[in-house]
């Protein structure tokens, strides 16, 4: 019985896939915050190489992969396609599910796909060292292990509640040589301001990007990175959906739906993009973004410009939004803790070619463990979206039974304590966050 | 370049080999300590079910992998096997360094490997419950995984030292469904009388066995579960170098030397048997078996008949042993903390087909962060014990250049505790325990 298809070193694709220029309307450009006008390169180039910055432009369809970002990343790629026989089973639905295994990077998820990247095209031009910050510690991780790859210094500001809770990640990313410490932070002015504020506040993915941003910005040796949002960034994890096509046709199959959990957006684009080509000369396709219920920036916010962080530093985004200044829930799935959403999921929403839905984390934990208990392997939190995402759409019409695919994004290894949590009855579902999401909604930018 | 060979699930193995027959000199049988006459399976059977006690005592050379185990190892299975570039590089050395990446498995070590045939033949028997002991947790999560793929209830007694230290392996278990308590616990017998003796003892591999018999042979439901040391643990295991020998053919190499860290030395064995008649017939290999220099039973220990556990519950093996009731300093390679040796990789060294040597924990974990840096994985601490071998024998003639193969039994993301502590200066090399070896070994049965 087919279980898994992988690929060898050699089929590994060598183009990237950018849906910008297949994007019915396409995208509505960054804009200055000052100006109101679109944004160029010339000014984002303080944060960001010019490697970056033109694929994160481009309108080309297909971009080489340098040679020495695959070699990095034949360290785990081609990633395995596996066959949920178990959990179908379990569901007793006739659905076939498949997942694409991004537990197998040597952090446990799909982050280092961008991060490798990233820290290449920084590198070539000569940049020393990198700022960022980490939500649940993946992406942390991620640059951490790309920068010991390509020699750089990186620096990481943690969402402090994430610091506390994953102690395991921040040895991670201090054993690949990383500066880690919790958001917000006394090293920045952002940090002390809101330390100040708010002595007691759990911090947030938008904090700690106003305090990376702020270390670049204020260092002549430093770029920023970001893990998500970014069109670059979905462009490189679009090798995910890429290897994914040429394993499933392997298998013999295509898929009517598309699974992935939604934070910033990245693992459910990276695995969705390379499919848009074919949804658009009419294949039937179902593409299925899952998002936390307790930060629902595709069900609950608002298609809006708005700034990427806190202190109001990136560019303004066009994007679903629960404006920049919402602080999130302390939810165990750090990584989907984020006020927006990428610009191309945000269009692919927009366009009615993706369908959000939200989900509650303690049925998202309970689909994980019954995961990990048919298919063996523990689910992270974030995943564990999917996989509730993933049961939902195989037993919701059992005489329809459907071939769906999701992005199992990350293992849980590193992630037992919210497990432990869970099974102590610690953890309870959020409700949508009304009030403060009318508050922060009341702060977004007027254009 | 050629960074990693992967096999498809259709090309793994369908046969484990069983290296017993082709041993000069055979095994020493294991004997009954109340007769001291060599021990039939059915003594055996009051814990161990007949499938894997022909398996202990077969002297067929290929022994079918039933389907059933081979699809929950697909899982996983086969693993890669990656070249070190990078790691040669930062050593400035011309030998090639292979590593089999045992790592990828659910719970990140080679020991699923055995637990899921365990698991297998023990349902297939209606065995309803299985009693084990695990000592830095990868066994005991092995089995808590192969356990809930055949619908078993599992027991684990974990080392104390690991319990405390290690907390993510604990909620892996239980994720998996298993019962997991430290030991000494007061659960048993042994348990009560080592407890009331010793309060504060970070116990050790000996007692927890002995704690997991005794929980076996006093429930009907209930059979016990050994991750290394026995004969069919090492047949199971050979699915690594069974695939290891393929993937290298396929790259077009031959080792000239095989690595492994050996503390029940199953992952080491695993590797190193299936090349043993090429060894047999003329092939020049030298295998290294890699020991701490603070439970040095290969090179600081006895061969003779003693003991697996300190209640003195089991039969007798003829092993190299440093004497069942010693303890050894707690050490975070948590799995190289026991006092005996397979009696197979025992007669690989008497018969000078194995070099044993030993290192010190602080050299390995150097070798470990080097590791990580350079290859981008995170090893186990035992698995640093592999790699410091590895880099002994790649720079230790540089005008002599060989190819070496070690096994890369498992990464270190769920023990990231003692890199902290390494990290911190906490941790200490231990020197050879010379006197309480001496008493331990005063204590040898009499044969």
Not at 146 to 168: H, I, N, W
Not at 234 to 239: A, D, E, V
Not at 386 to 403: M, Q, S, Y
Request: glycine share 8%; with cysteine.
């Amino acid at each position: 019985m087919i279980k898994k298809i992988v690929l060898r070193d050699d089929e590994m694709p060598t183009q990237w896939y950018n849906v910008v220029p297949d994007l019915p309307n396409g995208l509505q450009p960054p804009l200055d915050p000052e100006t109101k006008e679109p944004m160029g390169p010339d000014k984002l180039a303080a944060v960001f190489p010019m490697g970056l910055l033109e694929q994160e432009m481009s309108d080309q369809r297909f971009i080489d992969i340098p040679e020495e970002v695959l070699e990095v990343l034949k360290i785990w790629r081609p990633s395995p396609l596996v066959r949920a026989h178990n959990l179908e089973k379990a569901l007793n639905t006739k659905a076939k599910i498949f997942f694409k295994n991004e537990g197998v990077s040597p952090v446990g998820s799909h982050k280092p796909n961008s991060a490798v990247a990233q820290a290449f095209y920084n590198k070539k031009e000569g940049v020393k060292r990198l700022a960022t910050e980490t939500g649940a510690g993946q992406w942390g991780s991620a640059l951490s292990l790309a920068t010991s790859k390509f020699g750089l210094e990186c620096k990481v500001y943690m969402v402090r509640v994430s610091f506390d809770q994953k102690p395991y990640r921040k040895s991670i990313m201090q054993t690949f040589g990383a500066d880690v410490i919790p958001s917000p932070s006394t090293d920045t002015n952002t940090g002390r301001a809101i330390l100040e504020k708010m002595p007691d506040t759990p911090g947030s993915l938008g904090i700690a990007i106003s305090e990376a941003l702020e270390d670049a910005a204020t260092r002549d040796d430093t770029k920023y990175a970001l893990g998500s949002v970014l069109n670059h960034v979905i462009l490189h994890q679009s090798i995910i959906g890429l290897e994914a096509k040429k394993q499933m046709e392997l298998a013999g199959e295509f898929p009517d739906v598309i699974v992935g959990c939604c934070g910033g957006g990245s693992n459910f684009a990276g695995l969705a993009v390379p499919y848009v080509p074919d949804y658009l000369e009419g294949k039937k396709i179902r593409f299925v973004g899952m998002e936390p219920a307790s930060c629902p920036s595709l069900t609950g916010g608002k298609l809006a410009y708005d700034f990427g962080d806190v202190a109001q530093t990136t560019p303004l985004l066009y994007m679903y939004t629960l404006g920049h200044d919402f602080i999130p829930p302390g939810i165990h799935a750090g990584g989907l803790r984020y006020h927006g959403m990428a610009p191309i999921v945000s269009a692919m929403v927009r366009e009615n070619i993706v369908d959000p839905v939200k989900v509650h984390q303690l049925e998202c934990f309970e689909a994980g463990v019954l995961f990990a208990k048919t298919e063996g392997i523990i689910p992270a939190p974030e995943t564990c979206h999917a996989i509730r995402g993933a049961i939902i759409e195989a037993t919701k019409d059992l005489n329809d039974p459907k071939t769906i695919l999701f992005n199992f994004s990350g293992h849980g290894l590193i992630d037992m304590g919210s497990f432990d949590r869970y099974y102590a009855g610690e953890l309870k579902d959020y409700d949508y966050p009304e009030e403060e999401i009318a508050k922060s909604m009341a702060n977004l930018p007027k254009i």
